[in-house]
Each structure stands twice: as structure tokens, then as C-alpha cells.
């Protein structure tokens, strides 16, 4: 499958700061998926992206995908304690497979 | 009430013994697969089957064996010739890309 790095691994912030979290590929991809685990809990899936450089809202979440559809970003403005949890992003592959991002674990301090 | 079921929420293994995780879906899908998640890790795909009486290997397939007799049904069975079993197991359905996750079952070794 599509091998993606994301970045940075870990990240603490202070309740009401922005957090972002990157992925990238060194192939181009056809489209990609991120999704949410709480701590103890299971993925879920938040958002798809398909066409190149586009850009998806969900309240105080922004999705991104690059222009070469070879990197994907997640924005999250103004940080609550309920967005805490590991974000991964996960490109698809043949036979509708993903390959899982290690993830970043986002600690949101009160 | 649709979703996926797994079972148990925690088992404990003796060495040289196989277990089977229970794994269930009544939404209909056709696409089941297994993951393994390790401890601040993402997650890596143990076998995935896209029609009943199918399935391919994953990643990490090695020590791991699957069935998928019934559409609802896609039990994975940890052999003893997994070395190093402990992990939080993952499965999933999908319809087309996006995959719905069961809430996970925690396998420990003894």
C-alpha cells in the first residue's frame, strides 16, 4: 500500500491553541481519509479527500490536500480538551485497503 | 441498533495457545478486515477479505489465520506461531473507502 509519514508524532497544547498535523508521501495519491481515536477507543472516520488542492471544513477542523495530492494536513483551531486523541491519516490503496499513518497524539492542557 | 461487534473486549492467552477474536457486522458491507494496533503505534493490516469465501493477507499476516464463511462474520484466530501477540486487535467494514471500526479487542499474553 501508500507509505505516508506524519508529523510531528506527539504534540501537547494549551486549551485554545491551534494544532496541526502533516502527512506526506513520496508518491502521488488518489485520495485520502483521516481519522480520530480516543484514548481507549477505536478510529473513526472524520473526512475524505479526493481532488487536488482541496479544502474541507468541519467546525474548527480544516482538512487539506495538496496540489501534487502528495501531502494532506489537519488543522484544528482553537484546541477544546474533547479534541484530544491520536489523528491518522490513511491513503487508499487497490481493493479499497489503507495504510495508516503512525499517527499524532495530540494532549490538549486545560 | 447497525455497527460492529467485537468479542471479547480483553483475552488473556497461555503460550502455545490459539485463540480466536469474534468479529461482527450488520451493516450489510461486503469488505471486512483485521488490524493490529501496538502501543503508540498505527495501525497494521492483518488480513482483509472483500467477498465471502475470500480473503488476502495483509501486512502482517505471519501467525495469523482467517475465515469468512458469512458476510456478517470475519473471526481472526491468533496461532501459536505468533510470537508476540499482545496488541489491541482492530476490525473494520467497509463500503466503498471509508471503514467503520469495531470497538477493539486487547489480547494479552500469560
Known amino acids: 500500500g501508500q507509505q505516508v509519514m506524519q508529523i510531528p508524532q506527539y504534540q501537547h497544547v494549551q486549551e485554545g491553541e491551534d494544532f496541526t498535523t502533516y502527512c506526506n508521501s513520496s508518491?502521488?495519491?488518489?485520495?485520502i481519509q483521516w481519522y480520530k481515536q480516543r484514548p481507549g477507543g477505536h478510529p473513526v472516520f472524520l473526512i475524505q479527500?479526493?481532488?487536488?488542492?482541496e479544502v474541507k471544513k468541519q467546525k474548527r477542523l480544516t482538512f487539506q490536500f495538496g496540489e501534487a495530492k502528495k501531502n494532506s494536513s489537519l488543522h484544528i483551531t482553537a484546541t477544546q480538551t474533547t479534541d484530544v486523541g491520536t489523528y491518522f491519516c490513511?491513503?487508499?490503496?487497490?481493493?479499497?485497503?489503507?495504510?495508516f499513518g503512525s499517527g499524532t497524539q495530540l494532549t490538549v492542557l486545560p | 441498533d447497525g455497527g460492529i461487534t467485537q468479542s471479547p473486549k480483553y483475552l488473556f492467552r497461555k503460550e502455545g495457545q490459539n485463540v480466536t477474536l469474534s468479529c461482527e457486522q450488520n451493516l450489510n458491507h461486503d469488505a471486512m478486515y483485521w488490524y493490529r494496533q501496538d502501543p503508540g503505534q498505527g495501525l497494521r493490516l492483518i488480513y482483509y477479505?472483500?467477498?465471502?469465501?475470500?480473503?488476502q493477507k495483509g501486512d502482517i499476516a505471519e501467525g495469523y489465520s482467517v475465515s469468512r464463511e458469512k458476510k456478517e462474520s470475519f473471526p481472526l484466530t491468533v496461532t501459536s506461531a505468533q510470537k508476540n501477540p499482545t496488541a489491541f486487535y482492530l476490525c473494520a467494514s467497509s463500503i466503498k473507502e471509508t471503514q467503520y471500526f469495531g470497538p477493539g479487542t486487547r489480547l494479552l499474553v500469560l
Open positions: 508518491t502521488t495519491l488518489s485520495n
Open positions: 490513511a491513503p487508499s490503496g487497490s481493493a479499497r485497503q489503507l495504510t
Open positions: 479527500l479526493v481532488k487536488s488542492g
Open positions: 477479505s472483500q467477498i465471502v469465501n475470500d480473503f
